[in-house]
């Protein structure tokens, strides 16, 4: 199969956010799991390299949890047919002392945004994500003189980026606006991939809970390879909404070889013929 055939086989319009962990109660009543043996331990397998010196990106990545979820997530399998409401675990969300540092006179918007998270949130009505809410790729192709290419497989179909290494942002892109993942391009800062995306819309939320944003925001992600983990870290800077620049909260992924399927196209089922918000996430 070739590159462009990886990459074409794997791309389907998304609208994200069913990423989440396996449940752990049992894990809970059983007690902690042991530390795996060091021999074990994916972070401390050597980080491959590419022939120009940067780590190598390539593969699959499973990831733990989303954007909305707080530190000291564990690893875990995605389960992409879960209903959101299972896996918000609002409590705790809310307990989070990270959180969207939005200006106060605009609190009372988040809040109405988030009662009527169902009715607006466009990740209801079979429309992309958007970034940094897709969180990291679930798989990346990094090869000589072409964009880095970030693939994702989404509970609602699968989506694509293409980042372009040591370029300016594209013109033309930025000319249409109205993007749902904006206009990315790279840099290499050591060993870390630093990704800059600007150019969005405002339809997308940066998460649940109505975290909205303005077409001023610009997202750097932060990308490094430790043996076979796949470190991510995105900062979100949008002055019209914003304090100040926000980090969110760190995710890991592991090396698995599991591969990215072709999930089945959202159907966007009209909101007026459901009763329910349970009704409305099976969809």
Known sequence: MTFLNTIVTTVALSAALYLVGPAVSAQRAAGPPAAPPAGDDPARKPTPRLRDGHPDLNGFWAIGRGPDTPVGSSFGERNAFIKRGDARNAAAQYADPNQPPYKPELMPKVEELAKNESKVDTAFFCKPGGVPRIGP????????????VFLYQLGAGNT???????????????????LYNGDSIARWDGETLVVET??????????????????????????SRVGDTLHYQATIEDPEVFTRPWTMNPWVSV??????????????????????LDAKTKH
């Not at 694509?160 to 109205?178: E, M, N």
């Open 137 to 148: 790729p679930h798989a990346i192709v990094q090869a000589p003189g072409m964009p880095i």
């Open 160 to 178: 694509f980026r293409q980042v372009p290494v040591g370029t300016a942002h594209d013109k033309i892109a930025l000319g249409l606006g109205d």
């Open 198 to 223: 600007i150019g969005f819309n405002t339809e997308t939320w940066i998460g649940i809970y109505g975290w909205f944003h303005s077409d001023k925001m610009k997202v750097v992600e932060r990308m």
């Open 255 to 276: 090396k698995t070889s599991e591969r990215i399927v072709e999930n089945p196209p959202c159907v966007e089922t009209d909101f007026d013929s459901l009763t329910s």
